[in-house]
T-cell receptor, first 111, second 116 residues
Framework: RKEVEQDPGPFNVPEGATVAFNCTYS??????FFWYRQDCRKEPKLLMSVYSSGNEDGRFTAQLNRASQYISLLIRDSKLSDSATYLC????????????FGRGTSLIVHP | DTEVTQTPKHLVMGMTNKKSLKCEQH?????MYWYKQKAKKPPELMFV???????INESVPSRFSPECPNSSLLNLHLHALQPEDSALYLC???????????????FGPGTRLTVL
């Protein structure tokens, strides 16, 4: 089983739709969680950190479910500019800081 | 300023060439990373430097040689590469504040490397 798993998609949604992605992780010692966004041929950019209590930033909401070992990203009122690959990143606690990336979920928002 | 810069943006090299990739950050971050990313794949960690010392080498072939001259700079020296080494090479940095895993990584724009 891969350490961090994501559905690669693509998720093809119309503008204005609400879309949600999940990311599961296998290491129960994981402590920090992030969502990054990566546009084609560009570097990953931090979208948001994921906190235990969940967090919201405008149209984006991230949730953490430790019991089931997954994190989620909800995008409301999708814009064309949201089209990108969304990478889930998980970091285990203790020792060296080694982030583990999911393979990414591709989102395509169409008019 | 959350900027990580990388040079060059693009690099084409032959299998016998020696070249270097450069990365710089001025955020006072003490951890710096090299990643390799192939098309439609996630970034793969290659090396981690913490306080200018190599802390992680993810079994990378010796034709890739990292160097950290100071806390702001990170180089990746390339020699005798293979065509399958063609990829996007990403540099990242993070605080390495001792809280460890709560640190956020910031990525540079990458160097797109083609090995002929």
């Amino acid at each position: 089983r891969k350490e961090v798993e994501q559905d690669p998609g693509p998720f093809n949604v119309p503008e204005g739709a609400t879309v949600a992605f999940n990311c599961t992780y296998s290491n129960s010692a994981s402590q920090s969680f992030f969502w990054y966004r990566q546009d084609c041929r560009k570097e990953p950019k931090l979208l948001m950190s994921v906190y235990s209590s969940g967090n919201e930033d405008g149209r984006f909401t991230a949730q953490l479910n430790r019991a089931s070992q997954y994190i989620s990203l909800l995008i409301r009122d999708s814009k064309l500019s949201d089209s990108a690959t969304y990478l889930c990143v998980v970091v285990a606690s203790g020792g060296s800081y080694i982030p583990t990336f999911g393979r990414g979920t591709s989102l395509i928002v169409h008019p | 300023d959350t900027e990580v810069t990388q040079t060059p943006k693009h690099l084409v090299m032959g299998m016998t060439n020696k070249k270097s990739l450069k990365c710089e950050q001025h955020m006072g971050h003490r951890a710096m990373y090299w990643y390799k990313q192939k098309a439609k794949k996630p970034p793969e960690l290659m090396f981690v430097y913490s306080y200018e010392k190599l802390s992680i080498n993810e079994s990378v072939p010796s034709r890739f040689s990292p160097e950290c001259p100071n806390s702001s700079l990170l180089n990746l020296h390339l020699h005798a590469l293979q065509p399958e080494d063609s990829a996007l090479y990403l540099c990242a940095s993070s605080q390495d504040s001792g809280r460890g895993s709560t640190d956020t990584q910031y990525f540079g724009p990458g160097t797109r490397l083609t090995v002929l």
